[in-house]
């Protein structure tokens, strides 16, 4: 199922990276940075869809600031912001898998298209 939602996100939103190696990871965790998107931002809206999620690593649980992992391994704050970390464990569905693939992009672009990072920054492809 994991596989499957990063996939799913990878396939479907644009200026996302993976963070971490793709298939040396946790086989419950996926973590992704989306480009001009604020964390929070994004989080409410997921929060408002059902949908649980964080914006950085489990010992910060509750922390808005920008992950300090993905600041030390040298990405920059406005990405590090856009930080989206989703766990999976034995109850989770493929239905559930489903719809964040299926929810998620439109999230995306809407806050986007209210980001003022987009006019600025340059893609991380």
């Known amino acids: ?7 799913g996100i990878m396939d479907k939103i ?6 971490g190696h793709p298939t040396k990871r946790l086989p419950g965790n996926a973590n992704f940075c989306f480009e001009f998107i604020e964390g ?30 993905l600041l030390t391994i040298g990405l920059p704050p406005e990405i590090a912001h856009g930080s989206l970390r989703l766990t999976l464990g034995k109850g989770n569905t493929e239905k559930e898998i489903d719809y ?7 999230i995306i672009e809407k806050l986007r298209a209210l980001s003022p990072f987009k006019e600025n920054w340059e893609g991380l492809k």
Not at 1 to 7: A, M
Not at 14 to 19: A, F, M
Not at 101 to 106: K, R
């Open 40 to 69: 929070e931002s994004m989080l409410l809206s997921l929060d408002m869809e059902g949908v649980a999620a964080s914006s950085g690593s489990a010992c910060t649980f509750g922390s808005l600031t920008a992950s300090h992992v």
């Open 100 to 106: 964040v693939i299926d929810i998620l992009p439109g």
């Open 14 to 19: 644009e200026n996302v990276r993976l963070n």
């Open 1 to 7: 199922l994991r596989d499957k939602l990063i996939q």
